[in-house]
């Protein structure tokens, strides 16, 4: 076993538990699911409770709800009359995420909506404190665009994915147009004065951006 995965298992050794309902929506997402592995999982999930508690957040938008996974952890920071938003364009994962979110006693904080995100964005009247994208990689830019004007000045954004397995340092096949998507955001965000950013690398890359 390499020193890397070594260190990975130390980490799961030494956090919190994952606590139950987690445990067991991991468990059905990777049964019933096809790419189960996008599911956030433990330690992506506690570093979101770990931020949102940080945070504090009154509004959270969330785009690619997958299972309510991350919904699940982000909503677990939010303020007691917070309200969470996340956005899934696959109806068939709805129930599930919507069961679980009644699990962890979360159904009147979280709201979900389906569809595609670029066409329910402009119809929220909400500013948000937070947004978490984990969606589409090829639309990661356009995301971007739509959500910043609905950031409050010292919100964060939070982008998963954008070290995409390490495909951001190869040479891209010109077909692929998710790890495209993945670094045309990154070299966005680097350029973009506007904002505070940092690349954590959180499993496939998690960037935290602070509107400034």
Known sequence: MDRQKKIEQYIARHLDEEDGILRDLD???????LGARMISGHLQGQVLTMFSKMIRP????ELGT?????????????????KLITIEIDD???QIANDFFIKAGLQDKIIQKIGPALEIIPTLSE????????ADKREYLAYYHAVFPKVKNGGFILADN????GKV?????????????????NAYI???????????????????????
């Open 58 to 61: 009154l509004r959270i938008l």
């Open 92 to 94: 068939e994962l709805q």
């Open 127 to 134: 500013s948000f404190d937070l947004v978490f994208i984990d």
């Open 169 to 185: 340092l190869d040479e891209i096949d010109p077909g692929d147009k998710q790890t495209q998507g993945i670094i045309d955001f």
């Open 27 to 33: 468990r059905e997402t990777h049964l019933k699911v």
């Open 66 to 82: 997958f299972t309510g996974y991350s919904a699940i952890c982000l909503a677990r920071g939010l303020q007691p009359d917070g």
């Open 190 to 212: 680097k350029s973009d004065n506007r904002v505070e950013k940092i690349i954590l690398p959180l499993r496939d890359g998690l960037t935290i951006i602070r509107k400034k």
């Open 162 to 165: 954008t070290l995409w397995n």
